[in-house]
């Protein structure tokens, strides 16, 4: 039988791209990743059932469905973009072993997994490609909130008596330890204040799910979210916001083919960020009856650009922006915020022609938590440079879609692999740029 975690160690295939045509057309974005694999979680709150819209069909949700159905909870695929989440009964307390390493959504567990059964044993994310992302936020809010927690080498055990509300300070505003603290305090006991919380899109919209689930959450000013526990939560059905690292990806690859794609389901609220760096670049849009639409205003020229928690330019916008700079005239310089190493992908596009140095200074804006500690975050892009096609090896996610961008640009063909990577988080990539008229194939793998 197939697990979800097969489908994390193999590419199903290859990219084989051809680069040079401009995309055109139109692009429906799906549901946004990093909402609805935490709403899937929130779905353990209560026994009552949870349906959520607008789901993408990509590795990463396959993966939390087979968690949560190893958990005890019945989910069944209720169309082709809709998921029924029951939790009725949680019938095992610990997240199998299998998930050691998987992705960042065992650890959000924790939580509900201790209301429904006052224990959990949890599977470590472990660290990535980008930059070493440890727990310990999300594991002293949860000592903080009366859990035990006891640290092993490759998972880690929770258990309390009943949680209780706490004022949580976070040392930065991490989008994962505000999620993670926000689904143990709908139900504890008194009320929780989360001080420098995250205040992503993603998270106000899974705020909204447990709202109509009876939770009882405020999002005031200063980064500060007050959530009063509540006795029990009921079920709900709710439609995610739109993905809007992928409306970010089609709108970054009209600009840098030259061409104009109708990016529909995409929210000029969530990427204003993006939306002035692509217009300090040369990129145009326009706000269509069902989206945006995105083209090339100009002549592409260099910009700065310094990544920060919302709402500041988001981290997963870095790679396709960088690749768009290696098409613009001038020096652009970028500052990565986030992740400490999240420029390691840049390598394989000097191999393509880029000019791309990386630098261990903070070179745009303020300086950030990296500052004097010899991380290799920040990059100074030089344009316009041809790409040469070549064969490829994706990394991580976010670095996939720069690299099918660059590919796209590129004269020549390239061949990619890690595209299971890529697939974890866009929905039918080949599929959307074909029919954009992007030269995109499959390839078998070997
Ligand atoms: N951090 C700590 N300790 C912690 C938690 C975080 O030091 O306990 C640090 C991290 O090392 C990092 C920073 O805080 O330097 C921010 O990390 P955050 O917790 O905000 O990130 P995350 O929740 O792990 C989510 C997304 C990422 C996205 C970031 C930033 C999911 C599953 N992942 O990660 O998305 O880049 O927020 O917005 O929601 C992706 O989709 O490819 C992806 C990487």
Not at 132 to 137: M, W
Not at 356 to 380: P, Q
Request: hydrophobic share 40%; charged share 20%.
């Amino acid at each position: 039988m197939s697990t979800g975690t097969d489908a994390m160690s193999a590419d199903r295939h290859l990219y084989r791209i051809t680069g040079g045509m401009p995309l055109k057309g139109e692009v429906k974005v799906s549901g946004a990743k990093n909402a609805i694999t935490k709403q899937m979680v929130a779905a353990l709150l209560t026994e009552e059932p949870v349906r959520i819209a607008n789901v993408p069909r990509i590795v990463e949700v396959d993966l939390v469905v087979g968690m949560l159905q190893q958990l005890g909870a019945t989910v069944d695929w209720t169309g082709r973009h809709e998921i029924r989440v029951e939790a009725g009964t949680i019938a095992d307390s610990g997240l199998a072993e299998r998930y050691t390493g998987a992705n960042r959504i065992p650890i959000l567990m924790m939580g509900p997994l201790l209301h429904r059964v006052g224990e959990a044993v949890i599977p470590l994310p472990g660290g990535c490609q980008i930059g070493k992302r440890p727990i310990d936020y999300h594991l002293d809010a949860l000592r903080q909130m009366g859990a035990e927690v006891i640290e092993q080498p490759t998972a880690v055990h929770v258990r309390t008596t009943g949680l209780v509300g706490a004022h949580i300070e976070l040392a930065f505003p991490s989008v994962g330890a505000t999620e993670n603290i926000v689904l143990a305090a709908v139900l504890a006991r008194g009320t929780t204040v989360i001080h420098n919380a995250a205040i992503e899109p993603e998270i106000i919209d899974t705020i909204l799910m447990l709202q109509k689930m009876g939770a009882l959450i405020e999002v005031q000013t200063d980064r500060r979210i007050v959530i009063e526990g509540v006795k029990r939560l009921r079920g709900t059905g709710h439609t995610a916001i739109t993905d809007r690292v992928e409306a970010a990806s089609f709108a970054a690859a009209a600009v840098a083919t030259g061409g104009s794609v109708e990016v529909i389901g995409a929210r000029q609220t969530d990427l204003t960020g993006l939306i002035n760096s692509l217009h300090r670049i040369g990129g145009g849009f326009a706000e269509t009856p069902r989206g945006l639409a995105f083209y090339r205003a100009r002549d592409l020229t260099a910009a700065n650009i310094r990544t920060d928690v919302h709402p500041g330019l988001l981290t997963d916008w870095q790679q396709p922006l960088v690749l768009l700079l290696t098409q613009a005239k001038g020096a652009s310089i970028v500052h990565e915020t986030i992740y400490e190493d999240r420029f390691g992908y840049t390598e394989q596009l000097r191999q393509m022609g880029a000019r791309i140095e990386l630098n261990t200074a903070c070179l745009v804006g303020d300086s950030c938590r990296f500052a004097n500690r010899d991380h290799a975050h920040s990059a100074v892009v030089n344009g316009p440079t041809p790409l040469t096609g070549r064969d490829l090896e994706i990394p991580d996610l976010r670095a996939g879609f720069a690299f099918v961008l660059a590919a796209l640009v590129a004269e020549g063909t390239s061949t990619i692999s890690g595209t299971r990577y890529l697939e974890r988080g866009y929905e039918d990539p080949v599929g959307k740029l074909t029919a954009m008229g992007g030269q995109v194939e499959t390839a078998p793998v070997g």
